[in-house]
């Protein structure tokens, strides 16, 4: 009875830092795609002047580097580190979320890297030979082809940083984690509040999930994947 | 100085050490139909693909008109004026078939929206594909894309239409509807340089056949002369290095075709 009291206090305190985890998921959604895509490119399509082979390798090392790395040490690295010595101050949703999204480009890129390399090398040969330039080839025809392709990969990175984004509660960011570890300290009662916290994490989970498929569904290339 | 619409002199390229074209020389004037025939990997495709620079040649001219293209810095604007279709279709899988021809008129020509529909849907139509407007390349059959491909060049009304091998990646059954617009073309006054083995419709259409082998062209003469027993090869290949002992008979012209028949 006492469990159910605590949890309907607390329960609109944690759910209160449900759009602040939202918010985190989507910015680094965003910038993992907005930094993530052109590194996938650079990776397939560089190469042919030193300036791209340079950036393709640097692709490369950044992919590496961010890959190599737990969450949690790249989040202080940035808090502590990298932002205070570039005299960029944020506040530390801003920090977490740009990390997040930093981290999730170079998986993003890799999905995308993965969904160029699938296109037939015959497809930009036809664009080419309509009079189309390698920009507008890639931009017209390969791109949205690849896109498509690298959505049912592409979506995995929702739970992904959905759940990644607790980590936030580190750098005392306000999301649901943060807040579920601060009602728990002031009710002691860790088990219905943990409970609630997963249950509101596992239906955010189910209905992103839910409208990445019908996208998936809304944008497949007729004659590729399931029906 | 030549009418040819496409003057072609000394073209090699070479893969690593693997000579695949030596010294080709050609010409091609308005309304040819000339057919490139041999062996696979004797550089036939690496010829097309080397006019229109899909494949950069090592040495060698091309002029389109009076235009030397070798080298043109505006190599987009030559494309365009030479339509290509290739083995494998490459249409564009996430367009249907109407905007697989529309993509160039309206990205590359700059065409309004419902000009290019309308324009596209008549190019469909001129493949009889006008019906399948809607269709994704996936729902089509091998003949159908093909046709499609084809609409698509046709659309940017080139000066020359180049085929490589368009009918080898298709059942037999379909090979028919693809040569039949094929033979419309040609018969409309299309310039064409094709690669094919399919030898009935290189007799109906070719005004001449080149025999490719070894990265040469090795004899050519019209279709008549290459099954008339008795006629002997006009000449070969100027700029090829074995045109030094030209052949006076198409022995291995008949040879090849008589491997390709059994």
Redesign the interface.
């Known amino acids: 009875m006492q469990s159910t009291s605590i949890l309907i206090e607390s329960l609109p305190n944690i759910a209160g830092g449900l759009f602040t985890t939202l918010g985190l998921v989507i910015i680094a959604l965003a910038v993992g795609f907005v930094v993530g895509l052109p590194l996938g490119v650079i990776q397939v399509y560089g190469g042919s002047s030193i300036l791209t082979r340079a950036l393709s390798r640097g692709a490369v090392l950044y992919v590496w580097f961010l890959r190599g790395l737990p969450n949690l040490v790249l989040l202080f690295l940035f808090y502590y580190g990298i932002f205070p010595f570039l005299g960029i101050d944020l506040p530390p949703f801003f920090v977490g979320a740009t990390v997040l999204g930093l981290r999730s480009s170079a998986y993003q890129s890799q999905i995308f890297r993965g969904a160029l390399l699938s296109i ?1 090398q ?2 930009m ?9 390698r920009a ?1 080839a890639l931009r ?2 390969i791109l ?2 690849a896109l ?1 392709i690298s959505l049912p990969a592409w979506s995995n990175e929702y739970p992904i940083l959905l759940t990644d984004s607790s980590v936030c509660y580190a750098i005392g960011v306000m999301e649901m984690l943060t807040r579920a570890s601060l009602q728990v300290s002031r009710t002691r009662a860790p088990v219905p509040l943990y409970l609630a916290t997963a249950a509101i994490f596992i239906i955010m989970n189910y209905l992103g999930m839910s409208i990445l498929r019908i996208s998936e569904r809304r944008w497949r ?4 994947g399931g029906s | 100085m030549s009418d040819a619409i496409l003057r072609v002199r000394g073209l090699s390229k070479r893969f690593d050490s693997e000579e695949v074209l030596r010294g080709v020389s050609f010409e091609v004037h308005k309304g040819d139909a000339k057919v490139f025939i041999g062996p696979s990997g004797t550089g036939k495709s690496t010829l097309l ?1 080397c006019l ?1 620079r ?1 494949v950069e040649p090592d040495s060698g001219q091309v002029w389109l008109g009076s235009e030397e293209i070798t080298h043109a810095s505006d190599i ?2 030559v ?2 004026r ?3 279709v ?1 083995q ?1 279709f ?5 367009l249907t078939a109407l905007g697989n021809v529309e ?2 008129l309206t ?2 020509l700059k065409m309004p929206k419902r000009q290019a529909k309308d324009f596209a849907m008549s190019e469909l139509a001129r493949v009889g594909m006008d019906r399948f407007a809607d269709k ?4 089509l059959s091998g003949g159908q894309a093909q046709r499609v ?1 084809i609409a ?2 046709l659309a ?1 009304n080139p000066e020359i239409m180049l085929f490589d091998e368009p009918t080898s990646a298709l059942d037999p059954e379909l090979t028919g509807e693809v040569l039949e617009v094929m033979r419309n073309l040609a018969s409309g006054g299309m310039t064409m340089l094709v690669v094919s083995h399919e030898m009935e419709f290189v007799y109906s259409v070719a005004s001449e056949v080149l025999f490719m082998e070894g990265g040469v062209i090795v004899e050519r003469g019209t279709p008549g002369q290459i099954r008339d027993e008795n006629a002997s090869a006009e000449s070969r290949d100027p700029g090829a290095p074995s045109a030094q002992n030209p052949s006076k008979s198409f022995a291995r012209t008949r040879a090849f075709l008589r491997r390709l028949d059994g």
């Open positions: 037939d015959g497809q040969h036809a664009a080419r030979s309509l009079g189309m330039s507008l017209s025809v949205p082809q498509r290339i007729p004659g590729f | 693909r229109n899909l987009d604007g494309r365009r030479m339509g290509m290739f494998n490459y249409l564009f899988d996430h993509i160039g990205k590359v994704y390349p996936a729902e491909s698509r060049s940017m």
